[in-house]
């Protein structure tokens, strides 16, 4: 199984391949959430949170099946409002000032990645029900509500590896390593959200004001997903190629 090794001044990311290991050097600060999507990393019906922070994934519905992914084994997602994630423990409730999410896909279709509620906090999405975009990585964000993604196709049916960081002067998308998109931070006070209560759902829409609420807009992810990270703060550039090259 994949693991995390941290270090007291710096963290060696070490992820094991059927041949070899990879080192990356990448801070730990930070690090809130980390899924393999490995079977051999879920426990009772639930994905282990490998960051340590226990913010482990109950997998909603009958049809979501681990498969060979892009690092070991990836999650498959059947496209279904009924089968998603539902995140334990993080949830938000007031602004907060930095994130990044980074996670290897593999879809044909327009599908939501990761959401905490774009009219509250954010949304991550292959595709979006705004702007006319179906194909492009968009970062949806609060408050105001900004809608905005990226330049490349992702909905190509390959693997991709996808990014998004934001902090109060910039928000950012990668995609296979390379900035892809970039936009000055316009949130009212360069933090994120309001001062309400969202948990999250990966694989589908959050308007969940409770662990395993409400789920909202219900265009669900269809494909595999593999590596799901999440920080509270913008990891560098350089910290997005490691994690490409760990492939």
């Not at 990879?22 to 490998?50: K, R």
């Not at 482990?56 to 059947?78: C, E, Y």
Request: net charge negative; charged share 20%.
């Amino acid at each position: 199984m994949k693991t995390l090794l941290f270090s007291t001044l710096m963290v060696t990311l070490i992820l094991t391949l059927t041949s070899f290991a990879v080192h990356a050097q990448i801070s730990p600060d930070e690090l809130m959430l980390y899924y393999s999507f490995d079977e051999d990393a879920v426990e009772n019906g639930e994905v282990v949170d490998l960051s340590g922070n226990e913010n482990n994934g109950f997998m909603r519905g009958a049809n979501l099946n681990f498969v060979d992914g892009k690092v070991n084994g990836a999650l498959q997602f059947p496209g279904a409002a009924t089968d998603y994630i539902a995140v334990q423990n993080l949830h938000y409730a007031d602004l907060f000032a930095e994130i990044t999410i980074a996670v290897w896909i593999k879809t044909a279709a327009r599908g939501m990645i990761a959401s905490w509620d774009r009219s509250e906090f954010y949304r991550f999405s292959a595709g979006d029900d705004q702007l006319g975009n179906l194909t492009k990585i968009a970062f949806d964000v609060c408050c105001p509500i900004s809608d905005w993604h990226g330049d490349t196709e992702v909905t190509d049916d390959a693997w991709h590896h996808i990014v998004a960081t934001f902090n109060a002067e910039t928000k950012r998308i990668y995609v296979d390593g390379e900035l892809d998109a970039e936009q000055a931070t316009d949130t009212t006070d360069k933090r994120l959200g309001k001062a309400v209560t969202r948990y999250g759902f990966i694989g589908i829409g959050s308007e969940a004001t409770a662990f395993n609420g409400g789920v909202g807009p219900s265009w669900a992810f269809n494909g595999l997903m593999d590596e799901f990270l999440i920080f509270h703060r913008a990891i560098s550039e350089d910290e997005v190629t490691t994690l490409v090259n760990a492939s």
